[in-house]
């Protein structure tokens, strides 16, 4: 089933059967057989349909986000924040097609070659809940303008968005076997993997799910693009405002309820501002997220997607504590009905901690010490994950050296777990394989065709 139930209240609003096997083989031949026109069209009206899917997107704000709030408890605001992205993805793959997908001239031994770039076929998203429109935005956008055609998985708890979602590509003019949602289970996915006429997929998702599609897309010589999980460190190196510094570090973690793969989940925070910096967060924290409606505009903290997800990283830091961690704030399941647990701060987390390299998908924030930079770059640096990161300080050249430094596909200086339709988006190390957005983002699903002239 694709069950849709409310965080907030725990109440059971919608199920939809999952797809019968002939419902998925035939969705498989809707984005075969729709992938032969469509890489046809010329790239203008390809992009023009993209641009026209942007205003649509611009125009039912207030409704995806309502259905966001519902399905896996976004704060309402925050949900029309998701749509404005999703916005800014669609307009750049449109107004940039032409120069993304320019040939290429080339001065070659012995005389001129012309890369010319084109689609390569149908492909398969499997999607997460936890940006139920701008995870599949990022995938969606560049590969329609490129000419692929997608078939999409969306996660079981997104029933509606996914719905959503596809009606705006069908108003938009997207054709109906060009994108094709289909209600399928995570046992119809090898399945659909192997298929010949499926040529590569695309996971936002666990790191448990990513070893799984990559097996599966690995037996099958299929391209895959895989965003997993992330522990991002946050490396606050001096700050000529301490209390603006906890305040804009707390808010990056806090957002979505902590449940975003690049939030800012290790706080390493340099040894003479470090006990005034966990004093002032430990009080922060308490006071300005407090667990409400999250259809309430005026709420800044909501639930966590659902009850078990709650359960699970309630379990997690009291895991931390026994094995020795400091609860300077929160760590609780709240009483009553819904998914809320209470925002929480962790300190004296050490390697020996399952916390010290897990990753906690929620309202969490593990502060860490360090003598000086080069001990921030080794807390940084000692964690399987590598997704992005965030260095903070006065001194713009340091920040920039330190930054370099650090493991990880992305790094934000004096900001965190920040996502823009122009700028690559992807990891290393245990956080995945392949960069959506910007440039890079149309190049992972494309043919490169050397032509020797």
Known sequence: ????????????????????????????????????????????????????????????????????????????????????????????????????????????????????KQPIGPLLGVMPWNFPCYQVARFVAPNLVLGNT???????????????????????????????????SSKQIPSVIADDRVVGVSLTGSEQAG????AEAGRNLKRTVLELGGSDPLVVLDTDDIDETVKATATSRMRNCGQSCNAPKRMIVLADIYDAFVDRLAKLVPDQF??????????KFGPLSSASAADEVAAQVAKAVEQGATLRAGGSRVDGPGAFLEATVLTDVTPEMDAYREEIFGPVIVVFRAADDDEAVAIANDSPFGLGASVWGTDAARNRRVAERIEAGMVYLNSAGGSQADLPFGGVKRSGIGRELGPAGIEEFMNKKAIRL
Not at 155 to 166: M, V
Not at 168 to 173: E, K, M, S, T
Not at 211 to 214: E, F, L
């Open 1 to 116: 089933m694709y069950t849709l139930t409310n965080p907030a209240t725990g109440d059971l609003i919608e199920e939809i059967p999952n797809a019968t096997d002939d419902e998925v083989r035939a969705a498989v031949d809707r984005v075969h057989r729709g992938y032969a026109s469509w890489r046809q069209r010329p790239v203008a009206e390809r992009a023009k349909i993209v641009s026209r899917a942007a205003e649509l997107f611009a125009e039912r704000a207030d409704e995806l986000a309502e259905i966001m709030t519902l399905e896996m408890g976004k704060r309402i605001n925050e949900g029309r924040g998701e749509v404005g992205i999703v916005v800014d993805i669609f307009n750049y793959y449109a107004d940039n097609a032409p120069t993304l997908l320019a040939d290429e001239p080339m001065s070659v031994k012995g005389g001129e070659a012309v890369i010319v």
């Open 150 to 184: 997608i078939l999409l998985k969306h996660a079981s708890i997104c029933p509606r968005s996914a719905g959503a979602f596809e009606q705006v590509l069908r108003d938009a003019g997207v054709p109906d076997d060009v994108y094709v949602n289909v209600f399928a």
């Open 290 to 299: 407090v667990p409400g409606d999250p259809a309430d505009p005026k709420v």
């Open 211 to 214: 070893i799984a599609v990559a």
